[in-house]
T-cell receptor, first 115, second 114 residues
Framework: AQSVAQPEDQVNVAEGNPLTVKCTYS??????LFWYVQYPNRGLQFLLK??????LVKGSYGFEAEFNKSQTSFHLKKPSALVSDSALYFC?????????????FGQGTELSVKP | DGGITQSPKYLFRKEGQNVTLSCEQN?????MYWYRQDPGQGLRLIYY???????QKGDIAEGYSVSREKKESFPLTVTSAQKNPTAFYLC?????????????FGPGTRLTVL
């Protein structure tokens, strides 16, 4: 079965420092991976996706993610965190085996950036 | 959130009542989805629709119903059979159901059972 894990419920970072939000996956076949961000009481905003090709994917708001096949990971990164980056982050994998290619989500990681 | 609207933003329901959540998109997307979000959990798929007049159950369809009479609209009804309906409900759409197609989300409806 396809699955996604976000091992950290919360990540705390000082403003200006680099940030990493971790994600590992388990899929049969090719992985199609996504990152979304959610601000309080809002819907999810798409940040970036990995389909194939370059292992470093660049996305919105200065975020990037590194795909590592051997470690089955897709960690989200940003070189310099902003207070406004504080939000809930979700990693997801596309399940192409059934249910219309549904997204399977991790449980989310709360990112807190302090000034 | 652009292109997908959900209403109302907040909804209160008494026990035993059915309520309908609205989802509309102007992105000309074929596929639409309903997810449920509970605190500390990821999103779980309730129903999805690949095309007008067709829809399929997701992982947690019991107590919910949907319709897809128009391409732009995919309303979700939470019936009295849903035992624990208090949650945040998110609608999404994508151009299709290909592996590379991105799902875009609406702003959500927070449903509370009184």
């Amino acid at each position: 079965a396809q699955s996604v894990a976000q091992p950290e419920d919360q990540v705390n970072v000082a403003e200006g420092n680099p940030l990493t939000v971790k994600c590992t996956y388990s899929v049969s076949g090719n992985p199609y991976l996504f990152w979304y961000v959610q601000y309080p009481n809002r819907g999810l905003q798409f940040l970036l996706k990995y389909i194939t090709g370059d292992n470093l994917v660049k996305g919105s708001y200065g975020f990037e993610a590194e795909f590592n096949k051997s470690q089955t990971s897709f960690h989200l990164k940003k070189p310099s965190a902003l207070v406004s980056d504080s939000a809930l982050y979700f990693c997801a994998v596309r399940d192409m085996s059934n249910q219309g290619g549904k997204l399977i989500f991790g449980q989310g990681t709360e990112l807190s950036v302090k000034p | 959130d652009g292109g997908i609207t959900q209403s109302p933003k907040y909804l209160f329901r008494k026990e035993g009542q059915n309520v309908t959540l609205s989802c509309e998109q102007n992105l000309n997307h074929d596929a639409m989805y309903w997810y449920r979000q509970d605190p500390g959990q990821g999103l779980r798929l309730i129903y999805y629709s690949q095309i007008v007049n067709d829809f399929q159950k997701g992982d947690i369809a019991e107590g919910y119903s949907v319709s897809r009479e128009k391409k732009e609209s995919f309303p979700l009804t939470v019936t009295s059979a849903q035992k624990n309906p208090t949650a945040f409900y998110l609608c999404a759409s994508s151009i299709g159901q290909g592996s590379t197609d991105t799902q875009y989300f609406g702003p959500g409806t927070r449903l509370t059972v009184l």
